[in-house]
């Protein structure tokens, strides 16, 4: 698989459903040669158009539950998706 084939694949949380967003970076381990983590940037919804609020979600790789033809599927803890959405909230004001 190409990375520029992961990036199109959406990253959905399997603990609550919700999209997390595209994979926009790896994060490598060169000393073991494997993917150490997937990062996620988190938009905002300003006057109509999406922009980034500057912050990223870190998966680790052994948060991701299966790799499919259209979807990531990972498992975020509910603490992590929680600050994600406080995130939001302060960025919109």
Same mark, same amino acid.
Do not use: C
């Given at each position: 698989?190409?990375?520029?084939?992961?990036?199109?694949?959406?990253?959905?949380?399997?603990?609550?459903?919700?999209?997390?967003?595209?994979?926009?970076?790896?994060?490598?381990? $060169? @000393?073991?040669?494997?993917?150490?983590?997937?990062?996620?940037?988190?938009?905002?919804?300003?006057?109509?158009?999406?922009?980034?609020?500057?912050?990223?979600?870190?998966?680790?790789? @052994?948060?991701?539950?299966?790799?499919?033809?259209?979807?990531?599927?990972?498992?975020?803890?509910?603490?992590?998706? $929680? @600050?994600?959405?406080?995130?939001?909230?302060?960025?919109?004001?």
């Amino acid at each position: 698989m190409k990375i520029s084939d992961f990036q199109t694949k959406d990253v959905i949380n399997i603990v609550d459903g919700k999209k997390l967003g595209h994979i926009s970076d790896l994060e490598l381990d $060169l @000393r073991q040669g494997r993917i150490d983590s997937i990062v996620v940037p988190q938009f905002t919804k300003v006057f109509g158009l999406f922009g980034s609020n500057g912050t990223e979600i870190v998966i680790p790789w @052994r948060n991701i539950v299966k790799i499919g033809a259209d979807v990531v599927l990972v498992r975020m803890d509910e603490a992590k998706a $929680l @600050r994600s959405e406080d995130d939001d909230l302060h960025a919109r004001t």
